[in-house]
């Protein structure tokens, strides 16, 4: 660095975090990654990243000829330089000091804007934001699977209950239907219970009929082999029958509903539920056979806590920091995180009592015929229990510089009771 | 075969010699190092940087005019960064057809009308006024006869009937929605009968999702006599006043006799007997001409009402050939008015998003960046690989903001666009709006200028009007020719002057981010 004065800057793509334990930069063009904690040896550093994030500052500060040849800010500056994060500009190259775009992460229709100007409402559009309704139409199926009342509460899956039947009944499944109709569901789930013994059955059909979202529908394969009759229902190019796949479960029975709705011409895929790294390698050379003589179309593997498996979710799920190399999160990603939850916005739960929820892990929303699907909505826009749960707003992850990197909450942190399900501080 | 292709990353310099570049497709604005804006403006003018740098003496120093010496590691470094952009999207060709657009359907304006945030209702053609400026006056091929024609009230409670059923529909995506039933003009309070059966029908009308607010453009002739009504209905009013007494002379009686008076007596009135309504309720708006000016029509409003109206310039669009020496003379542009101010910044402070200037650059900072959604919807969206518009221009989808319906029953998407745009009629008994053949007059329209839009920089963040050019260029038209259609060095000078502007006023860029909000 020459002895002269310099405007130094942080560029307008790196993310900067700065919380009590020190700060971060990330640049997401390459992944990279600078981490300064809070003590003696970072003091410099850390106050011109201060400096440089205050909004009146945009990014670009000057630097005196004594502080630019400062070793703790030459370093600094170096260590910006090598990672694309920032650099220094002779302050003789302009007559000004350089402006910089910087990001600041801007809704137009904010709900809180929205509240506050008397000629809006919070509800104005909102319907918009409704993309997936999961739907259970019974809670009733003569199986018996391990963790059956456990599954659909981490991954899409249907559920029975021991006793005390519930039905939602068409007329109920119409209004749904009819309400949302200007949202434009990216998709509709349909699960039960074992949907193929729903009573009301043919009058399924027609309500399908009336939209044109994709569908999909929960089956135990169990229950595809016990009612080939009921499957025409599916023959549709957007109707999708999903196959939860849980260990143990008899391969020959498997096979034969893969087959049943192969020969009808249905589209099916398979949601593998994984609770161990044996398992899925299992599960994985088990598929390869069957491939062999029937059909697998998609798999999705995704695991499943069962109260023992901490190590397998440690292995393949806990968060490193290696991960933000790998997968080089953007910046439109850490605007997500910062604003709303991912995994929960925009969806729904229905349960077969009518119950509504926006996230099966938090307080029912209301009851569909006392409320309206768009009263449903507006209450989970206002109380924002899940779609606007965002990891700032949580312990430990509100005091972490990784908390707009991370994915979303969602319902693993529920099941494992901790949001930090990460490698990123020093007590995990 | 020559590629006609240009970069999708802008650089560009500021006056005070500052560099940028800006990426369109990423919409990312980067603050460039002058080595780097080199190695850039060199790659843009052919040279192949791969074949340029080994063959630079690694032991002596590059000379680079505006800067000075450069080693040989610093060009390395910058052309490490440089690819690095690279590989993240920067620098991408972008070949004529870059944006694609589609096409409007019937359900895209079904869905817009069952969605809409305005009904604005032409009470009467007639007005006690007779502006010289006035937008159906002399000045305008577009003014269609002003034939003091009043707009029937069952015909307004018929279309009111007709839009219930979509406000009602589920392709209402809200709860709770405010639409605004506006009275407008010739001068609305001149069929005052017609606002106030329409504000009572409206209040008994039982929307399941929306609700109505009432507002009023007047011009303040008639308001001592109608004032108790439009303060009861909770009206917003909008007075047209353009400043003081010799700022006004242009809003004359049709005997010639001026109106300051009459109507200053009023808002005064109106002032002293309802001060929260007035505070709250009232704004005013003032039509820019060579008889005021920016710095006149603002010290008038500040001192005489506290408040900071909305400037109007004069529109420019379908001038009658030969008025066009007039309508020049009496022509002032808004930006050169705000810039001749004596208090230039504190106008420019207070009136803030009311000033054309600090609209455009609002527009700049809410288009030209990765972090500014609509809503939350579109900040989930994918990013999309290339530039997608729904349309061509930037003409609002019909009904989409506004309905507007003409005193003899015309329906228009829009009270400033030429009322030979018709797209409905609403007559006592019935509404003729066909959405399908709607959509393709508007397709048909789009036609005629999707080419050159497809081959237009400005056209990801295009805000222009289509229906001012097509009828600027006489309607029917076969080919239109939009007058800012720019080529990239245009649109580099004019992304260049916001950039240039917030290097004098990084303020304004955190205020119009934290204090603008754009209604939809």
């Keep these: 660095m020459k002895h002269i004065p310099y405007w130094l800057y942080i560029d307008s793509y790196v993310h900067i975090s700065i919380k009590k334990s020190g700060a971060l930069l990330y640049n997401p063009l390459n992944g990279n990654i600078l981490e300064y904690s809070c003590n003696d040896e970072n003091k410099t550093i850390l106050s011109l990243i201060r400096k440089l994030s205050t909004f009146k500052n945009h990014r670009v500060i000057s630097l005196t000829p004594e502080q630019a040849t400062q070793v703790e800010t030459v370093k600094f500056i170096e260590q910006l330089r090598i990672n694309f994060m920032g650099d220094v500009i002779e302050k003789s190259a302009s007559s000004v000091k350089p402006f910089q775009v910087i990001p600041y992460v801007k809704i137009q229709r904010d709900m809180n804007i929205l509240k506050k100007n008397p000629n809006t409402s919070p509800g104005d559009k909102m319907m918009t934001y409704l993309d997936e309704l999961i739907i259970f139409i019974n809670n009733r199926c003569s199986q018996s699977c391990p963790s059956c009342d456990r599954y659909f509460l981490q991954v899409p899956c249907c559920t029975a209950k021991p006793a005390g039947e519930s039905i939602l009944s068409p007329r109920q499944i119409a209004s749904i239907l009819e309400e949302t109709r200007g949202s434009h569901l990216d998709a509709i789930h349909i699960s039960g219970g074992d949907i193929l013994s729903y009573p009301y059955w043919d009058e399924l059909e027609p309500l399908l009929e009336k939209t044109d979202t994709p569908v999909f529908f929960y089956i135990h394969y169990l229950n595809i082999v016990e009612h080939p009759g009921r499957l025409n229902l599916f023959k549709k190019d957007r109707l999708t029958v999903r196959i939860p796949v849980i260990f143990p479960f008899d391969e020959e029975k498997m096979k034969r509903a893969f087959l049943n709705l192969y020969e009808a011409g249905i589209q099916y895929d398979l949601i593998a539920i994984i609770q161990s790294n044996e398992e899925y390698a299992l599960l994985r050379e088990i598929l390869e056979r069957l491939s062999d003589s029937v059909s697998i179309p998609g798999v999705m593997y995704l695991p499943f806590y069962n109260g023992s498996n901490t190590g397998f979710f440690k292995d393949i799920f806990y968060v490193t920091r290696g991960d933000f190399k790998d997968k080089r999160p953007q910046n439109r990603d850490i605007y997500v995180n910062s604003t709303l939850n991912r995994v929960f916005f925009g969806k729904l739960w229905i349960k077969a009592d009518g119950s509504v929820y926006s996230n099966l892990h938090s307080s029912k929303i209301g009851k569909i015929g006392e409320y309206s699907v768009y009263d449903c909505v507006f209450r989970e826009l206002q109380r924002g229990e899940s779609w606007w749960k965002t990891r700032k707003r949580v312990l430990p992850c509100k005091n972490c510089n990784y908390e707009g990197l991370c994915p979303s909450i969602s319902a693993y942190n529920y099941a494992i009771g901790r949001y930090d399900l990460c490698f990123l501080s020093q007590d995990n | ?520």
């Design chain 2, 1 to 520: 075969m020559k590629c006609e292709c240009m970069s999708s990353t802008i650089s560009i310099e500021t006056p005070r010699k500052n560099k940028y570049l800006f990426d369109q497709l990423e919409k990312i604005t980067l603050l460039s190092h002058p080595v780097m804006y080199f190695l850039v403006c060199l790659k843009k003018e052919g040279t192949d940087l791969e074949k340029w740098i080994p063959r630079l003496d690694r032991d002596k120093e590059i000379m680079i005019d505006d800067y000075g010496p450069v080693s040989f590691p610093d060009i390395l470094y910058y052309k490490s960064k440089l690819d690095l952009l690279e590989q993240n999207g920067f620098f991408k060709p972008v070949a004529p057809g870059w944006i694609s657009f589609s096409s409007l359907s019937a359900g895209d304006i079904e869905n817009a009308i069952s969605n809409i945030k305005q009904i604005t209702l032409e009470v009467t053609d007639s007005c006690n006024l007779n502006c010289e400026y006035c937008g159906y006056g002399k000045f305008y091929t577009n003014a269609a006869g002003r034939s003091n024609k009043n707009l029937d009230p069952a015909s307004v409670k018929t279309l009111l009937i007709y839009l219930k059923q979509f406000l009602d529909s589920p392709l209402n995506q809200s709860l709770d929605r405010t639409v605004f039933l506006s009275f407008y003009g010739g001068e609305p309070l001149l069929n005052f009968s017609l606002i106030e059966e329409t504000v009572q029908y409206a209040k008994q009308m039982d929307l399941k999702r929306a609700h109505f607010r009432f507002s009023i453009t007047t011009n303040a002739v008639l308001l001592d006599k109608y004032m108790d009504f439009l303060v009861m209905e909770n009206f917003t009013v909008y007075i047209s006043l353009d400043g003081n007494e010799i700022n006004q002379s242009y809003r004359v009686y049709h005997n010639g006799r001026p109106s300051f008076q009459n109507i200053i007596d009023n808002i005064l009135l109106l002032r002293e007997k309802y001060p929260g309504f007035f505070k709250e309720n009232v704004q005013f708006n003032s039509v820019l001409h060579n008889r005021n000016s920016v710095q006149e029509i603002y010290d008038f409003f500040k001192n005489r009402f506290d408040k900071t109206p909305r400037i109007l310039a004069l529109n420019t669009y379908g001038i009658k050939e030969e008025f066009k020496d007039k309508f020049r003379n009496t022509y002032k542009n808004p930006k050169e008015s705000l810039l001749e101010s004596n208090d230039y910044s504190k106008i420019e402070e207070e009136m803030f998003i009311r000033l054309g200037n600090i609209q455009e650059h609002a527009t700049f900072v809410f288009q030209s960046t990765n972090f500014c959604f609509m809503n939350y919807k579109d900040l989930l969206a994918p990013v999309p690989k290339k530039v997608i518009r729904p349309y061509p221009t930037g003409t609002c989808i019909p009904f989409s903001q506004k309905l507007f319906v003409t005193a003899k029953g015309d329906i228009l998407s829009c009270e400033r666009i030429s009322q030979e745009f018709v797209l409905g009629h609403v007559s006592l008994e019935t509404v003729s709006l066909d959405f399908e053949s709607i959509a393709q007059k508007y397709n048909h329209w789009f036609d005629l200028i999707r080419e050159q839009c497809s081959r237009c920089s400005l056209a990801a963040t295009c805000t222009q009007c289509l229906f001012f050019l097509i009828h600027s260029q006489q309607y029917p038209a076969k080919k239109v020719v939009c007058p800012l259609s720019k080529n990239p060095s245009l649109f580099a000078r004019s992304f260049a002057e916001s950039i240039d502007y917030f290097e004098k006023n990084p303020s304004m860029y955190d205020k119009i981010l934290k204090e603008v909000h754009i209604e939809s």
